[in-house]
């Protein structure tokens, strides 16, 4: 089981780096970053809070570590050209020394797409879109050269090159509806979405079915999860927060009450759990709150 670490853009950068380089250093194994421009004046944060851009930072941060995996939570496929992020991600994973995981998504915040007039379409045109997106961007990392006559990207004879160090570069995809899980099973390396641990296994029997459909093995995709963490000793400020956070999924409690929902987490075939730091606090008591959360899981020898 890995235990990773989701660190908030909205936030200096200095601040990011600092606390990557701590969860490098005491045994986290990976750092993801969400890409957004701006809150959505809800669960992710005030529209007008400063907001890093992901691609830029997971640049920074692959060489300001050494070892932990980076990836994003995901990037939106209505943000950049297939051939723009192709060439992206080999560069990245070229300064990484290959620890890139490259996370992508169909989109799905209304007011940045409303603000720089990107064209967002129905969930039937995002996922039309994303499938050929997986297609260009997959192709570009892995082929000599790539063909695609789409109704969204035409690619003819494309080139990418350097490849990436990793053959090939993993490529996760986020997401639970069903039409998304099909695109999961065709396209992705790893699958990542929210969950609790006991919603986790309905939407995991989902792709396992997609895979079936597609005639392929559901073992061959790894799984991630997260969920929001608060750390409290207060039950019924723990059971307040985890009502509070719906739809997204959380756990709240002392640390080893994340621990225990890991190891349910585990027990249910996840290979990876990724905290987000959004509710820890800052400075030392969000480093603070990160080792008590990685000492309780050790504690589990998971």
């Known amino acids: 089981m890995r235990l990773s670490l989701w660190t908030n853009l909205a936030q200096p950068f200095a601040s990011v ?11 986290w194994d990976g750092v993801y970053v969400a890409d957004h421009f701006m809150g959505d004046g809800g669960g992710f944060g005030q529209v007008e809070a400063p907001m890093l851009e992901a691609t830029a930072t997971l640049a ?17 496929a ?3 050209h297939p051939a723009v992020l192709a060439a992206w991600a080999s560069t990245v994973d070229h300064a990484s ?9 169909a989109g799905w915040q209304e007011n940045e797409h409303e603000q720089y007039g990107l064209v967002l379409g129905s969930p039937g045109e995002r996922i039309s879109r994303f499938d050929e997106y997986c ?30 160090v990793q053959t090939p570069l993993p490529l996760l995809i986020g997401g639970k509806g069903d039409r998304m899980l099909g695109l999961v099973a065709r396209h992705a390396d790893e699958w990542n979405h929210w969950s609790a ?14 895979c079936e459909r597609l005639d392929r093995d559901p073992s061959t995709i790894a799984r991630s999860t997260q969920a929001l963490v608060f750390l409290t000793d207060d039950r019924d400020r723990a059971a307040q927060f985890v009502a509070g956070a719906a739809p997204r999924a959380a756990v709240a409690g002392p640390a080893e009450v994340f621990a225990e929902a890991l190891a349910t ?10 905290v987000p730091d959004f509710v820890l606090g800052s400075g030392a008591r969000r480093t603070d709150a990160l080792d008590s959360l990685h000492a309780a899981v050790a504690d589990l020898g998971l």
Not at 60 to 76: C, E, I, N, Q, Y
Not at 136 to 141: E, I, K, Q, S
């Open 17 to 27: 780096v600092e606390v990557a380089r701590h969860a490098e250093a005491t045994g």
């Open 60 to 76: 920074a941060l692959a060489t300001a570590t050494d070892r932990v995996r980076l990836g994003s939570l995901v990037l939106s």
């Open 78 to 80: 209505t943000y950049r």
């Open 97 to 105: 020394e290959g620890r890139l995981l490259l996370g992508l998504g």
């Open 135 to 164: 297609t260009a961007v997959n192709g570009l990392l892995r082929q000599h050269t790539t063909d695609l006559d789409g109704s969204w990207y035409q690619l003819t004879k494309a080139i990418n090159e350097p490849k990436p």
């Open 197 to 210: 641990p006991d919603t986790y296994p309905e939407r995991a029997a989902a792709l396992d079915a997609a």
């Open 265 to 274: 987490w585990a027990d249910h075939g996840v290979d990876e759990v990724i």
